[in-house]
């Protein structure tokens, strides 16, 4: 009887390559199968590297012959968002500016993991420059949740997610700038990650917003993060923000928490993160996860954070204003496309740029680039950027203030479920809500994990539960969210991800 690898973790496949059971290639290939037989409909990948993928699997394989493996992961199977830069492999940010661009370089997180020996399968499709929570805004067409087809995988990193939930890869790559790691995570029933900001190189990282993105893991368990952040974490001197500091042994965190003994541990739930806009199915299965932890030892107490309710307003001039400023960079004369205006014999350098720009950027990084360069500008500068900035400032004491009372914060990882595709795309305001709990951890640059905790009664879709920590304590959400993760399993028998529709041939 054969194995079915694409349904190991990370973990489980690195122990079989160790043992001599399979071989990298042999996983590689299963993989890119599989993503053959289902990728039609799911659309998770913008671009399927087979030829590179099998090549690095046999360089592993030849490298685990001669004894000598790059690290735990070598041969193990990865993919990669497309906001980060790949040699010799198209790099496109899910927008039409960016077809066809193939980088001349690797960002520091892709040659991390060629370096650790970890075969790319591809890229994975995004929202236009990050810029989305439904991944509807891809210039590429939408990636559909594997959970139900009609439903969204969450944004911008869905194809990510729904790469990992449906089988197609057992590890990704994600970047987070308002929850674009951790909402996916939520709603497709996958773990993932936000690093402390600085804690993993940005260098490389196509920018949507410099002071907020940091890529992280999308994975089926909390270990696989763990292994995969111990790859790519770390100190970057091609990174001007990256943290020179050990980000610690995650790993060792994972089997501590995985005992599922939180003796000791004060968990603070944040008061501001519930009510009104929070489906009852979401809620349900966030007060059975406390149920756990408070078995499990936690001491679970409720915790204030007022500010928190100006996050999203604060995000939303942040976040435009930086994205305004670095998409600029895009102007026709340097890479990307080019359009020239109809009907004008000599264009000048000024109406190629507005051509360009116009057919090239779609609505919503318009829309933001307007709103970012409104703020900037003169006499609104103050006005507006300038006090969102001392809000985030308010926004980072009260995680302060919380982490002198508790070790950990907890919440939902997303106020709903994954919402059917077009139900908001037309609504930017409903769109942006879907990161109301996340966004404060980017504000604030704290660590935090989405563990899937279980299927809300109205849907049966998957719901996540948030854990964030101080800065540099990383290890605190690994602890925490594989303890949860564990007394979940205790109570299905098994991953979530097992209960999930089957995702077989062209359709389901």
Same mark, same amino acid.
């Given at each position: ?10 973990? $489980? ?54 004894? !000598? ?19 010799? &492999? ?18 520091? &997180? ?19 420059? @990050? ?32 790469? &990992? ?6 590890? @990704? ?56 952040? $111990? ?43 519930? !009510? ?62 080019? %359009?020239?205006? $109809? ?11 507005? =051509? ?15 709103? !970012? ?13 300038? #006090? ?11 995680? @302060?203030?919380?982490?002198? #009372? &508790?070790?950990?914060? %907890? ?54 539960? #948030?854990?964030?920590?101080? =800065? ?20 299905? !028998? ?15």
């Amino acid at each position: 009887m054969s194995t079915d690898w694409t349904r190991k973790t990370a973990a $489980e496949l690195a122990d079989a390559l160790a043992a001599g059971e399979t071989s990298s290639v042999e996983l590689t290939r299963a993989h890119l199968d599989r993503i053959a037989q289902v990728d039609g409909p799911v659309h998770a990948f913008l671009h399927v590297d087979a030829d590179g993928a099998l090549a690095q699997a046999q360089a592993s394989d030849e490298r685990r012959a001669a004894g !000598g493996p790059a690290s735990s992961l070598d041969g193990v199977p990865i993919a990669v968002k497309d906001v980060l830069a790949t040699k010799g &492999v198209p790099t496109t940010c899910g927008s039409r500016i960016l077809e066809g661009w193939v980088p001349p370089y690797d960002a520091t &997180v892709v040659a991390r993991l060629r370096e650790a020996g970890l075969p790319i399968l591809g890229k994975t499709n995004m929202d236009e420059f @990050a810029m989305g929570s439904s991944t509807e805004h891809s210039a590429y067409g939408t990636t559909h949740n594997p959970w139900d087809l009609d439903r969204i995988p969450g944004g911008s990193g869905g194809g990510s997610a729904a790469a &990992v939930a449906a089988f197609e890869a057992p590890l @990704a790559v994600g970047t987070d700038t308002g929850g674009s790691i951790r909402q996916p995570g939520a709603v497709t029933g996958t773990v993932g990650v936000k690093p402390t900001y600085g804690g993993v190189s940005r260098y490389g990282l196509v920018a949507l917003a410099n002071s907020l993105d940091q890529a992280g893991p999308v994975t089926r368990t909390v270990l696989d993060a763990a292994l995969l952040h $111990e790859v790519i974490g770390g100190h970057d001197p091609l990174d001007s923000t990256s943290i020179d500091q050990p980000i610690g042994n995650l790993v060792e965190a994972v089997k501590q928490g995985s005992s599922g003994d939180l003796s000791g541990v004060r968990v603070g739930v944040i008061t501001e993160m519930s !009510g009104e806009g929070w489906q009852p199915g979401v809620l349900a299965r966030f007060q059975d996860s406390l149920d756990l932890l408070t078995k499990a030892g936690a001491e679970v107490v409720e915790v204030s954070c007022p500010t928190f309710v100006h996050a999203l307003a604060t995000y939303y001039l942040i976040l435009p204003a930086e994205a305004s400023s670095n998409l600029a960079r895009f102007d026709a004369m340097r890479y990307g496309l080019r %359009v020239l205006p $109809e009907g004008v014999a000599d264009p000048s350098a000024e109406e190629v740029m507005r =051509a360009t720009r116009d057919a090239g950027f779609g609505p919503e990084v318009k829309r933001r680039i307007i709103l !970012g360069t409104y703020a900037l500008s003169s006499g609104y500068y103050d006005a507006y950027y300038g #006090q969102a900035q001392k809000v985030r400032t308010l926004i980072s004491r009260d995680f @302060a203030n919380a982490f002198e #009372q &508790v070790e950990v914060l %907890v919440s939902p990882t997303a106020p709903t479920t994954a919402f059917p595709i077009g139900e908001k795309v037309d609504d930017p305001l409903a769109m942006y809500l879907n990161d109301l709990a996340t966004i404060p951890a980017n504000l604030a640059g704290v660590p935090g994990i989405s563990v899937p905790n279980g299927l809300a009664d109205e849907d049966e879709l998957p719901s996540g539960f #948030q854990v964030l920590a101080p =800065a540099l304590a990383d290890d605190r959400v690994y602890r925490v969210g594989a303890a949860l993760e564990a007394l979940l399993a205790g109570e299905w !028998g098994g991953p979530l991800l097992d209960r999930a529709p089957a995702l077989e041939g062209a359709a389901r």
